[in-house]
């Protein structure tokens, strides 16, 4: 299993939005919707903040959506924010039970 | 509020078996899948397997010759013990409830493997 594609960097300035890919094949991504998406700032833990494709957990701001089509789904953040700067992680189910991961994107907030 | 805490030795051999444990509280572990994933240092996150409360098992496949998951309902607690390990292994292991993709992790605990 390949890990899905993400750009390794994005950035963006505070206000501005940002859309970060994240491309698999029909047997993951396209597939399923069970996509995830995670932020992770340096030396803690990944916090998932989009579910099956477009779904905020409760605490997460609505300036993150999530959308899918095809084989690529997509991590969009608007309004951004200084406190946005982070890696973000993509995720996706699998056809064999697994559950495989991107390789992460870089957003810089400038 | 669930909790998740990996515990375990920070420094293996190579050619040992690492063996990490995670307790969850707050929360019952029944009816859940409880998921390990790892990050060496600087890189991506890497999906290890998942365990349901039931014991039931699924694995990497690149891992699942090494890989080993356990669950103790009685202590709240399920475990990962990778065999054969190399340099290759010294990452931070995360452990996580299976839900929604992840909705709950531990803190990760790094672990070195190294003579």
């Known amino acids: 299993q390949s890990a899905l594609t993400q750009p390794a960097s994005v950035s963006g300035s505070p206000g501005q939005s940002i859309t970060i890919s994240c491309t698999g094949t029909s047997s993951d991504v396209g597939g399923y919707n069970y996509v995830s998406w995670y932020q992770q700032h340096p030396g803690k833990a990944p916090k998932l903040m989009i579910y099956?494709?477009?779904n905020r957990p409760s605490g997460v701001s609505n300036r993150f959506s999530g959308s899918k089509s095809g084989n690529t789904a997509s991590l969009t953040i608007s309004g951004l924010q200084a406190e946005d700067e982070a890696d973000y992680y993509c995720s996706s189910y699998t056809s064999i039970s697994t559950r495989l991961f991107g390789g992460g994107t870089k957003l810089t907030v400038l | 509020q669930v909790q998740l805490q990996e515990s375990g030795p920070g420094l293996v051999k190579p050619s040992e078996t690492l063996s990490l444990t995670c307790t969850v509280s707050g929360g019952s572990i029944s009816s859940y899948h409880w998921s390990w994933i790892r990050q060496p240092a600087g890189k991506g996150l890497e999906w290890i397997g998942r365990i349901y409360s039931s014991g039931s098992t699924t694995y990497n496949p690149s891992l699942k010759s090494r890989v080993t998951m356990s669950v103790d309902m009685s202590k709240t607690q399920f475990s990962l013990k990778l065999s054969s390990v190399t340099a290759a292994d010294t990452a931070v292991y995360y452990c996580a409830r299976d839900y929604r993709g992840g909705d709950y992790w531990g803190q990760g605990t790094l672990v070195t493997v190294s003579s």
């Open positions: 099956e494709v477009s």
